[in-house]
């Protein structure tokens, strides 16, 4: 089991580039969830999969946001024409179906937009 | 809408000292509750669960118990370390969806 894992762990962008995100979840989960945290505040969903399918948005995914998990592996966040409101921390997270399933989150990507 | 509600931190702590930090829920039905903390630069890490009314989620010496008459599910542990100085976050998940609803966290500092 090595964990969540998520690439980078840091990134700079200027305001109006495009970035992306990656997520390895653990092997056998079949279950991906993406949530964004900002200073001072909880972690906030933002979309998840199962297996390859995304079942549910939040409505805090704009246009400019775009998840896949093509092959129900890893996943991608792209955020396109990113504003100085996008800068957080990304958290990406996996778990198993199953009932009151635990979820296992990856160390983060923050964002800063300048 | 599903809610979570923790105190407001800092709380600060003498080492050995008597910890609670308050956390009560909203939710239609009947979800499940968890306590995950993030020590300082690291990921979310659940500390402790409970499924239904009445359960006990217990680990590291932390414990919390379901209380749906109160919709709370209340931190505590007897004697905090210095090492357990981080940032505390309730969540819920609720009957029949994935997604965690978060608190806004409680930061945690103990001194020796």
């Known amino acids: 089991d090595t964990g969540v894992s998520q690439d980078p762990r840091h990134k700079i962008t200027k305001r109006g580039q495009n970035v992306t995100f990656r997520c390895d979840p653990i092997s056998e989960h079949n279950r991906l969830y993406w949530y964004r945290q900002t200073l001072g505040q909880g972690p906030e969903f933002l979309t998840y999969?199962?297996?390859?399918?995304?079942?549910?948005k939040s409505r805090l995914l704009s246009d400019r946001f775009s998840a896949e998990r093509p092959k129900g592996s890893f996943s991608t966040l792209e955020i396109q024409r990113t504003e100085q409101g996008d800068s957080a921390m990304y958290l990406c997270a996996s778990g198993r179906r199953g009932g009151a399933e635990t979820q296992y989150f990856g160390p983060g990507t923050r964002l800063l937009v300048l | 809408g599903n809610s979570v509600t923790q105190m407001e931190g800092p709380v600060t702590l003498s080492e050995e000292a008597f910890l609670t930090i308050n956390c009560t829920y909203t939710?239609?039905?009947?979800?499940?509750l968890f306590w995950y903390v993030q020590y300082p630069g690291e990921g979310l890490q659940l500390l402790l669960k409970a499924t239904k009314a009445d359960d006990k989620g217990s680990n590291k010496g932390f414990e919390a118990t379901y209380r749906k008459e109160t919709t709370s599910f209340h931190l505590e542990k007897g004697s905090v370390q210095v090492s357990d100085s981080a940032v505390y976050f309730c969540?819920?998940?609720?009957?029949?969806?994935?997604?965690?609803?978060f608190g806004t966290g409680t930061r945690l500092l103990v001194s020796p």
């Open positions: 939710a239609t039905g009947y979800p499940s």
């Open positions: 969540a819920l998940s609720a009957t029949g969806f994935q997604k965690l609803v």
């Open positions: 999969f199962q297996n390859e399918a995304q079942l549910e």
